[in-house]
């Protein structure tokens, strides 16, 4: 079989793959604290190579590529731009850090900071998780006192009968020892593999009524989604004509038969 159908098939994967993952991106470009993802590709040994049958430097059609593979998926953690509510339950971070969430026992990581508190007092994600203080602790406010929010230190507050903050406990704010210890779980979360520590509230940066949008840039992943559409097709229509050059031979050798 050809060697260069080996190679058109390796291509049709890898950007199917990465069309996978632009697509994702781009249904997400609302999603709040929403970091993108990129395919991560690298050239293929020739399977002579791969299987130890040859070595490099021979001039053989072993020295021949053997293709692109795709290699893994690495998550882009810039901080996405900022967007004024004026809610004040709602808090961006500033710089390095994730809010730490928990339900049903896991914690979880996150930059969304669209946070609210259901009838019973407790503060929550938009998916339901339970904020987490720096002590690890759910944060609850009591429900029969006036509106909470949430300062750029992190304290949690609520105003009291005489106009007055009242604090009333602390938003957390950790960080990984590596963000490659983050392994994503769900659209905006982040399970960590190792252990997290306090960020101290010298080194907090918070901003009050704002919140981080998604770190997806609609033009750039559509442009990159019709270059990983241009080369798929490439890949596709080299397929078919070495199916069309193989159909040749075919007909031709049964014809001499």
Known sequence: MP???????????????????LANNLANVDTVG??????????????AHAQGLDQRGTGTIND????VQFFETVT??????????????????????FFQVQQDGERYLTRAGNFSVDARGRMLTQNGEQVLSS??????????????GIAE???????LPDGSRGIVGEVGIVRPASNGDLVKRGENRF??????????????????GYLETSGVQATTEMMHLIEATRAMEMNVNMIRNHDQMLSGITNRMLRQT
Do not use: C, W
């Open 191 to 208: 399970f960590p593999l190792g252990p997290v520590s306090v960020v101290p509230p010298p080194e907090r940066r918070l901003r009050s």
């Open 135 to 148: 002590a690890g602790t759910p944060i609850s406010v009591n429900p029969e006192l006036g509106q909470p």
């Open 64 to 67: 021949l590529s053997g293709g």
């Open 76 to 97: 882009d953690h810039s901080t996405g731009p900022l967007k004024h509510t004026g809610l004040t339950t709602d808090v961006a971070i500033l710089g390095d850090g």
């Open 153 to 159: 230190d992190g304290a949690v507050y609520q105003i």
């Open 3 to 21: 060697y260069g159908l080996y190679l058109a098939a390796d291509g049709v994967n890898v950007q199917s793959k990465r069309l996978e993952m």
């Open 34 to 47: 929403f970091k993108r993802e990129m395919a991560m590709f690298q050239a293929r040994a020739s399977e």
